[in-house]
């Protein structure tokens, strides 16, 4: 089979002509990724603006018929419209940038698809050390899956602690404020609930620990990914390239049970794209 037989079939869709040339992939690879990366940072800061920056917004204005005796007509209609407004128009945008993300990350997986293809076409043969060298080549699949695992429950766990931190400073300027004014009394009281049950999650969750492991599994693979071709570290001592790649294709084995053995620990079960 081919590499242009190979490409058409995965891509039936159309995103890669049948007859695209490895460099060509390689580019379109490289500017597929630095569009992704963007994307994720508007993503980030349009997440930002729709719910702590909104909630900010709520709480001003349910300052305004709080903390005012008698707010002015005007500033009482911004209070209501804004918060509601900004709600509406940061939830469109982030919806239809979350897709946008989506069709971006799709398409970077199928041209690395496509560039894997062509690798393994031209290893070919039905031998053990061809399996073996394949192997490798799906390698940089699992190490990306790993690392976005990773920058999800890392997003997740900074999420939480930015909520617990920024709740926990709301909650005490609000009971300062409540000595004085006694209707502040709900608000402290629902700002120590957005408190509790952010430390709570966040402690039940463990996404530090998962993030952390999937970093560290990640990272591990990536260098015995390198290390067998290049022939250092523990592969040094190879002469035959075939008792190399045996040695590599165990080792990786070996770190993703590792890796499912430290989830397991933490209460959390290993998905199915990250079985052994």
């Known amino acids: 089979m081919s590499s242009t037989q190979v490409t058409t ?31 994720r940072l508007v993503q980030r800061l349009l997440a930002a603006w729709t719910f702590p ?16 005796r008698t707010p002015p007509v005007w500033l009482l209609v911004l209070a209501v ?13 982030l919806y239809n940038q979350h897709f946008r993300v989506r069709s971006l990350g799709m398409e970077l997986r199928e041209l690395r698809r496509a560039q894997r293809e062509h690798q393994l076409d031209d290893l070919g043969g039905d031998d053990l050390l061809a399996a073996h060298k394949r192997y490798r080549a799906e390698l940089p699949d699992t190490i990306e899956r790993y690392r976005c695992e990773s920058r999800g429950h890392r997003h997740k766990h900074n999420v939480l602690q ?30 120590s609930l957005v408190v509790a049950i952010s430390a709570a999650f966040g402690g039940y969750a463990k996404y530090r620990e998962r993030s ?65």
């Not at 001003?60 to 018929?65: A, M, N, R």
């Not at 419209?81 to 939830?91: D, K």
């Not at 009394?185 to 629902?190: E, K, N, Q």
């Not at 008792?243 to 080792?251: G, K, L, S």
């Open 81 to 93: 419209l804004l918060p509601l407004a900004s709600s509406a128009a940061s939830s469109r945008v």
């Open 212 to 276: 952390l492991n999937l970093q560290q599994t990640a990272d591990a693979l990536e260098r015995e990914y390198h290390s067998v071709e290049l022939r250092v570290g523990r592969y040094r001592r190879f002469e035959d390239e075939r008792a190399a790649y045996a040695e590599f294709a165990h080792e990786v084995e070996s770190l993703r049970e590792e890796h499912t053995r430290r989830l397991q620990q933490t209460g959390h079960v290993a998905g199915p794209e990250f079985a052994v």
């Open 9 to 39: 079939g995965i891509l039936g869709g159309g995103v890669i002509s049948g007859d695209s040339h490895p460099d060509d992939l390689r580019r379109r690879v490289g500017e597929r990724s630095e569009q992704l990366h963007r994307s």
């Open 53 to 68: 920056g909104n909630l900010v917004l709520l709480v001003l204005g349910v300052g305004c018929f709080t903390w005012l």
């Open 162 to 191: 930015g909520m617990t931190i920024a709740g926990a400073i709301v909650t005490s300027v609000v009971v300062a404020v409540s000595v004085s004014v006694v209707e502040a009394r709900w608000l402290a009281v629902g700002a």
